[in-house]
Every structure is written in structure tokens, then in C-alpha cells.
């Protein structure tokens, strides 16, 4: 008889119970959802997204991009759609020393002057070194003539350096605030109060699109590595540990860790 | 957490697991990581790239709903061997965040320590396994009759 037992609860083992959408996608490879809830489609790499460079990362020389091949299939919608609730960004990155301080679009949810949002890096210099780098969202809510950026810091992290980006973007009623983490640490917070919803199937164009704007000729494309990147939407009710939600997928370098899976249950 | 252990009536049936569909009962623990007969051993101040290219995949089949494994690493010269013992990753997300976890030995590793038997069960199927060898620190350390054993029960 063996001498050591050992019992488990494999974290994987939440996965399947998963309450609340989570799309957890794998730009290590290619663009596949690696966990979910519901049915989410791989994404479709434009310009062959370059997976050889480093290992493990999807190294963007400014040209490529994924797009969601079914915009609004079930599992991708529930995840992506701000509406009135809470949705924690997350990805793991390593921006390239821009040529320019445009903004690199990561993360394109919907086109259109409402109801559509973005999550966006940005350089404040052209240097390679120094903290010069910044990540804030722009949103166009219900009404809204056109998308506006909704930042509260910046210059908070290197280029040519791996960074965990986060952003807690509260649209609650009472809410109304978008909160920005690099590497684990709260860094700014914008306020969006008086704003309405922003429901991605209201959006006029529902294109998702990763690493480049979701218009139909893309522009502002990311330049940089991309490993992982992730939304978990938290619906109308912000989990009481979100603090160590944010530690620890800082810690795990954006895996979703038990922390955030036992909230999402 | 519950304890799995099969009832008398209940067969489970042995089954082995594979690496990229190859069955193998055995591996070997060696300095570097081998196609389909060795798993590497890090070093002590281990980074992920350096453990995703030591590691290796056992993985089984989903179908054959694994819910426990026997597992037994074996040295020859336990006083002189390059392995201290082997980290291993169940049901993990993808290779590299295998790989943190094994170089950082947190987010739910197992540690087998050498020849002692070992009995791991799971309340989910199993589907992968990644391990990679712990280093030992002996200094000309040796990876002699360095083997871990695996058999499985399928719970299907």
C-alpha cells in the first residue's frame, strides 16, 4: 500500500462551475480560448500573428491583430459586455519602444460612437526606458457621441519589460470608476459618473477584436509581446476580495488563480 | 476534501499515461528533458523558460476519467543523486503557467519525495500531469536509476 496519500481539488475543478463569464484567452499560441464559460470560437490572427520570436508570447511587430470570428456568440458577449456591471481586465505584456505615443489599442469591443469600449496602452515617450508607459480605457456609454479615454495615471510602467496590466472598470450605478494596476500595484482611478450602460449588443459595429482597433480597416495597432488576456465580468456585484483577486493574478502573471475563480462561483 | 478510494464491486481498470499519445509506464529524471523517455531537472534558482524547456507532459485521457494515481520515484544513490525529488502540476492551464508554478513550487504543486510510494486522488479527472526534477544540490550529483513510475485507475 503506498506509504503517502494525498488528496486534491484541482483549481480546474472550477473552471466547470463557473457562475459569472470569464474569457481567458491564450496569445501564447493562438488566440484560443484556454478557459471559458460557454462557447467561445478562436480568434482569427490577421498578418500571421508571430508565436516563434519568444516562446510562449504573441511578439507584435505593429501589424497583426485577432478578431472574434462570430462577434456576438453567447459566451463572448456575456464576457464582454460592460453593461451596468463590473469587469476586471487582466493581460500579461511586454510593450517594444514605440515609434510614436498613439495609443495601442490591446483589447477593441464594438465600433460606433456608443455602446462600445477599448483597453488601450500608451507610451508617454518615444524612449526605451523609464516609466513612460500607461493602460486606461475609452468607452462611448448609451448617448455618448463618441468613445472618450478615461484615465487617472500615468507613466507607471517600463517598455521592454513584463508587465501585469489590470483594470477594474466599475459601471455600476454606483460605481462609475475605472481603476488601473501595474504589476499588482493601484496606480489611478478615473470617474465616468452620470454615464449610462454601455451594452456590447447595442454596439453599431459588435467587432471584438485583440491587438488592433475593432474598425473595419484596423489602426493603432499593438507593439509589443502579449501572453495572456483575460475578462472576468463580476456582473452587478464587485467581489468583496478583489483586492487579493488583483494580488494574485499579479502573482500567477494573469493565470486565473483561486482567488478569482472561487469569486466567480 | 474527499477521499476516493474504489468500492469492492467497482473495477478500475490500471491505465498509463502519454506523451503526445505515446503510453509510456515510466520516465526517467535526468539533467535534460528527452522526447518521449526523460523529464529535466532544474536548477536551484529555476525561471519559467528554463523549467518549460525541462518539463514534460503526462497527460491522460479525458474519456478514461482518472481520478487517482500511484506514483513512485526511484534512486539508485539516494545520498548522491542529482534529484531531491520531483514537482508535479495537475490539470494545469497551459505549458507556461506550468512552468511558473513548477520553477516557484506554489499554486498547487505536489512534491514526490524518492522511494516512497504515493497515492494521489482527485475529486475531478485528471487529464494532465507536469513534472520536472527538483535538484538535489549535490555537488557531482548523479542521475543514476533516476525513474518515477506512474500507474493510474481510470474511474470511467
Not at chain 1, 501564447?28 to 519568444?54: V, W, Y
Not at chain 1, 460592460?82 to 465600433?111: H, K, M, P, R
Amino acid at each position: 500500500m503506498p506509504s503517502r496519500d494525498e488528496s486534491i481539488s484541482p483549481t480546474s475543478k472550477l473552471y466547470d462551475s463557473l457562475a459569472k463569464p470569464l474569457a481567458w484567452l491564450n496569445f501564447a499560441a493562438d488566440g484560443a480560448p484556454t478557459k471559458k464559460r460557454g462557447a467561445i470560437s478562436a480568434m482569427t490572427g490577421t498578418n500571421t500573428p508571430d508565436h516563434a520570436t519568444r516562446p510562449g508570447w504573441w511578439t507584435n511587430d505593429g501589424t497583426e491583430y485577432y478578431t472574434a470570428p462570430t462577434y456576438l456568440e453567447p459566451g463572448l458577449q456575456e464576457a464582454f459586455d460592460l453593461g451596468e456591471n463590473v469587469l476586471l481586465l487582466f493581460a500579461q505584456v511586454n510593450l517594444a519602444t514605440g515609434v510614436d505615443t498613439a495609443q495601442d489599442y490591446l483589447l477593441s469591443v464594438g465600433t460606433g460612437a456608443s455602446h462600445n469600449w477599448s483597453w488601450v496602452v500608451q507610451r508617454a515617450s518615444t524612449a526605451s526606458s523609464g516609466q513612460i508607459c500607461t493602460h486606461y480605457v475609452n468607452v462611448g456609454f448609451a448617448g455618448d457621441a463618441s468613445p472618450v479615454g478615461y484615465s487617472g495615471g500615468a507613466s507607471a510602467f517600463n517598455v521592454n519589460a513584463d508587465v501585469n496590466i489590470l483594470a477594474l472598470l466599475d459601471n455600476r450605478p454606483t460605481g462609475k470608476t475605472v481603476y488601473q494596476y501595474a504589476d499588482g500595484v493601484l496606480y489611478g482611478a478615473a470617474s465616468f459618473a452620470g454615464k449610462g450602460a454601455c451594452n456590447y449588443a447595442s454596439a453599431p459595429t459588435q467587432r471584438l477584436r485583440v491587438g488592433a482597433t475593432a474598425a473595419g480597416s484596423p489602426t493603432n495597432q499593438y507593439l509589443g509581446g502579449l501572453r495572456r488576456l483575460g475578462v472576468a465580468n463580476f456582473g452587478a456585484s464587485m467581489p468583496r476580495n478583489i483586492n487579493q483577486i488583483v494580488h494574485s493574478l499579479h502573482q500567477s502573471n494573469c493565470v486565473p488563480t483561486l482567488e478569482l475563480l472561487r469569486a466567480m462561483q | 476534501m474527499q477521499t476516493i478510494f474504489p468500492g469492492s464491486t467497482v473495477p478500475n481498470p490500471y491505465v498509463c499515461p502519454n506523451i503526445n499519445g505515446t503510453v509510456l509506464g515510466s520516465i526517467a529524471v535526468a539533467a535534460v528533458r528527452a522526447a518521449l523517455t526523460a523529464v529535466g531537472t532544474m536548477d536551484s534558482t529555476p525561471t519559467e523558460a528554463e523549467v518549460a524547456a525541462l518539463q514534460q507532459l503526462l497527460e491522460f485521457s479525458a474519456i478514461d476519467d482518472v481520478r487517482s494515481i500511484n506514483l513512485l520515484l526511484v534512486t539508485a544513490n539516494p545520498a548522491t543523486s542529482a534529484v531531491l525529488a520531483v514537482r508535479g502540476m495537475v490539470n494545469g492551464a497551459d505549458d507556461y503557467s506550468d512552468a511558473a508554478a513548477l520553477a516557484a513550487g506554489t499554486g498547487g504543486v505536489i512534491t514526490i519525495s524518492p522511494n516512497i510510494p504515493y497515492r494521489l486522488t482527485s475529486d475531478v479527472a485528471i487529464t494532465r500531469l507536469m513534472i520536472c526534477g527538483f535538484p538535489s544540490g549535490v555537488g557531482g550529483g548523479n542521475y543514476e536509476g533516476c525513474r518515477l513510475f506512474l500507474t493510474s485507475e481510470s474511474y470511467a
